[in-house]
């Protein structure tokens, strides 16, 4: 949790794994191992084709690492009449899965920018969000890698990132707490240095926590 992951790998694509990636029937064959695991049998009917569905499943929950973020950022709009007010965009829905249980995170991104001259079309911000999150993730990681690929990428004034988020690993196993949300945030230029740009941000969003207001 307290690592501090570094800048430099923020936007690029995940790094190359140290293994080679493994065949489709690898990867199926593992899941049949987890079923026998689990105490059941992966010949029954119900469960034949399982292997197979979660692997494509995984191809979908995991489709963030063949994205590379920074690309979604490249396109800019500079004609904006002088457009140099707060720019947020909230609620943005996602789904991730945590990396220490493979279990799901859902949850909603607030973004917020001060553009300097170069403004992006909003649902880039949200394809930005939908890269990191199809990725095994902590939360706070995932807080951090979208808020340095908008200030990597876009150079505003500043970014602000909120994310408002349920644990299914802590609701569903270990202490089964429901209706507990996490709530992290990261804060780069005026939102950091501005206590009033970073309430106004807080205020447009919401207040998910008054604790974030530091
Ligand atoms: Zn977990």
């Not at 709530?183 to 740009?197: C, W």
Request: net charge neutral; with cysteine.
């Amino acid at each position: 949790m307290n690592d501090t992951p570094k800048v430099t790998t923020f936007c690029t694509k995940q790094a190359k794994p140290s293994e080679p990636r493994p065949s489709r029937e690898e990867a199926e064959r593992a899941i049949r191992t987890l079923l026998l695991w689990a105490g059941d049998d992966p010949a029954r009917e119900g469960l034949r084709d399982t292997p197979a569905r979660v692997a494509r499943a995984y191809e979908d929950w995991f489709s963030g690492y063949d994205e590379d973020p920074e690309e979604f950022l490249k396109r800019t709009f500079e004609e904006v009449e002088g457009y140099d007010d707060m720019i947020v965009l909230k609620d943005i829905r996602f789904e991730s899965h945590c990396e220490h249980h493979l279990a799901p995170i859902i949850g909603r991104v607030h973004v917020g920018y001060l553009p300097n001259n170069k403004v992006v079309g909003i649902s880039k911000l949200a394809r930005v969000v939908e890269a990191y999150a199809r990725r095994l993730q902590v939360q706070e990681k995932m807080n951090a890698q979208i808020a340095h690929c908008i200030q990597h990428v876009l150079e505003p004034k500043g970014v602000a990132v909120v994310i408002e988020a349920t644990h299914q690993c802590m609701t569903t196993r270990g202490v089964h707490k429901t209706g507990v949300s996490m709530v992290t945030s990261a804060m780069h230029g005026e939102f950091r240095k501005n206590p009033l740009t970073r309430r106004e941000f807080l205020s447009v969003i919401g207040n998910p926590a008054s604790s974030v207001d530091g």
